[in-house]
């Protein structure tokens, strides 16, 4: 199903750093991670995904490190920081709170 | 593989990110997105042509992404531009108004007066500012320009001559009286004009040689009646200043550029 790319947006934020709360990861593993979990019903696109983790990390949420996979491959894993830990639970609780009360005025008569 | 060297060369060249190292670390990163992305499509069975469209594909339009690592890195991007423009100006303005004090200097000499108290004079002060005016006025301007898409400087100049009416109505209003250098300002968006749109160089040795000083000697014969060697001086200091300012609209962008690319590479933000 196409999901309005509107839909989406406010909640890049919320999903990248719910999926680095699991554990660190790299971008290409992320996409992958979104894909998996939403039993590929969104994908994000690079485009997407990379300007977002960039606009965290600026904000402090969360922090990024190089390292080299064990086939050599130089990879950038993001982390959490406290910041965007408490940032992550806060940006869930909003959003159960959000997706309740539209659901609610849906399926209201 | 060409084609991905390509996209992401477009994606980190269009991202007007400020700082270099910065842009070098987004090109690592896409390259290693790509090397993952390739040897999982390889691993999968997929033909390299294929997978080089399945990575365009997957990229999309390089200029959105582009967009929004522009808009991430916008505020960085600002500062260093008002740093750059901040330093054009001082620069720019200190060397047109060492030449104005040196020609005033040179003029008092040959006429046999107090070298000291012409330079010192209020009037001395009067040209520095609209000196520094004229230099802020025209990087302004050419600053302005980049973020129209047509008509960029009529478009450029009329914003800045909102932002000094708002600035005299502000003064009015306030009853501040402040000596706002309009004439400067006026002077900078003028010889941004002759940059841009008067190219035969006939035309603008007439400007400098001609127009700019008779326009400085008809105001001051409006406030005054002045003497044969008084007018002979000021058309040669209104001659040098527009010689001046003839050579500041030469080395303006060359030196934006140089402080730009020096400020990226230097950037601390990064």
């Known amino acids: 199903m196409d999901i309005d790319s509107q839909f989406l947006k406010g909640s890049i934020g919320l999903l990248l750093l719910n999926l680095l709360s699991r554990k660190e990861m790299y971008g290409y593993e992320l996409l992958q991670e979104v894909s998996r979990r939403s039993a590929n019903s969104f994908e994000f696109k690079e485009g997407t995904l990379y300007p977002a983790l960039h606009q965290l990390e600026r904000k402090g949420q969360i922090k990024s490190e190089w390292r080299r996979a064990e086939n050599g491959r130089e990879r950038k894993y993001y982390a959490l920081t406290t910041n965007g830990r408490s940032a992550a639970a806060k940006y869930e609780k909003q959003w159960h709170h959000l997706t309740g009360a539209i659901a609610a005025i849906l399926e209201s008569k | ?270």
Not at chain 2, 150 to 157: E, I, T
């Open chain 2, 1 to 270: 593989m060409r084609s991905t060297d390509e996209l992401v060369d477009r994606i980190v060249s269009s991202s007007k990110i400020p700082a270099r190292r910065r842009r070098q670390e987004i090109r690592r990163e896409l390259c290693a997105h790509i090397e993952d992305f390739v040897a999982a499509a390889r691993a999968a069975g997929h033909e390299q042509n294929e997978i080089e469209k399945r990575v365009l594909a997957s990229f999309g339009d390089p200029e959105q992404i582009a967009r929004g690592f522009a808009w991430v890195y916008r505020y960085q991007r600002r500062r260093l531009r008002a740093i750059a423009f901040t330093l054009s100006t001082v620069l720019l303005a200190s060397c047109l108004l060492a030449l104005a004090l040196a020609t005033q200097a040179g003029l008092a000499f040959s006429l046999g007066r107090p070298v000291m108290k012409v330079i010192a004079s209020p009037h001395m002060a009067i040209e520095a500012l609209d000196i520094v005016a004229s230099v802020a006025a025209y990087l302004a301007v050419a600053s302005l320009e980049n973020i129209f898409a047509s008509h960029r400087f009529l478009k450029a100049a009329l914003t800045l001559a909102v932002i000094l009416a708002t600035l005299v109505a502000i003064d009015a209003a306030a009853g501040l009286h402040m000596a706002l250098p309009l004439f400067g300002f006026a002077t900078g968006i003028f010889f941004r004009a002759v940059k841009l749109f008067v190219t035969p160089t006939v035309a603008r040795v007439a400007i400098v040689v001609v127009c700019f000083p008779l326009i400085g000697l008809g105001l001051a014969l409006l406030r005054a009646p002045l003497s044969l060697p008084a007018l002979t001086s000021m058309y040669a200091s209104w001659l040098v200043l527009g010689m001046g300012y003839q050579l500041m609209t030469h080395l303006a962008a060359r030196l934006d550029a140089a402080l730009m690319s020096g400020l990226e590479r230097i950037h601390a933000g990064y």
